[in-house]
């Protein structure tokens, strides 16, 4: 009996293979938490003028309010980790260097917080930043996954 073609070839093996499935749960955790932070940054620079004060901290860095110096650049590394969260949930192409780039940017960012900032301003002390830790396997997760998911 001869086999034939149909459209729906493809679904017959049951091996369905999804850039999804190349995240470890510990990832897929996180991407909700920063897409959920990129819309409340979101908002909070759209609301920002009728704040009068929020507590707002990533990497080290404090603000209190969405519009100081350092409250548009909390928000503005969490928009980028929203949008780079919504690449990867979403299966996006150019997700994996987005997200590369998201953990060096982190990294750096941690760095100067830890390294630079405490010997520059007397009033900020010195802390270990434990998100050194995650952001390394995040860094080394995504270079490794990379080619794969930019070949499905």
């Not at 704040?51 to 650049?73: D, E, K, R, V, W």
Request: glycine share 6%; proline share 5%.
């Amino acid at each position: 009996m001869e086999e034939r073609s149909t459209p729906f070839a493809e679904f017959d093996n049951n091996v369905l293979t999804r850039r999804r499935d190349l995240l470890p749960t510990w990832i897929k955790i996180f991407l909700w938490i920063f897409l959920i932070g990129g819309a409340v940054a979101a908002g909070l620079l759209i609301a920002g003028a009728l704040i009068t004060q929020t507590s707002l901290s990533l990497y080290g860095m404090n603000a209190n309010h969405p519009y100081s110096m350092t409250g548009l650049l909390i928000c503005l590394l969490f928009l980028f980790k929203g949008i780079v969260a919504y690449g990867l949930w979403f299966e996006q192409k150019w997700a994996p260097q987005a997200a590369i780039a998201d953990a060096i940017i982190g990294i750096a960012v941690c760095l100067v917080m830890m390294a630079i900032i405490p010997f520059m301003y007397p009033s900020i002390s010195f802390t270990l930043r434990l998100e050194l830790i995650p952001l390394y396997f995040y860094f080394k997760k995504m270079q490794s996954i990379k080619k794969t998911w930019e070949s499905l």
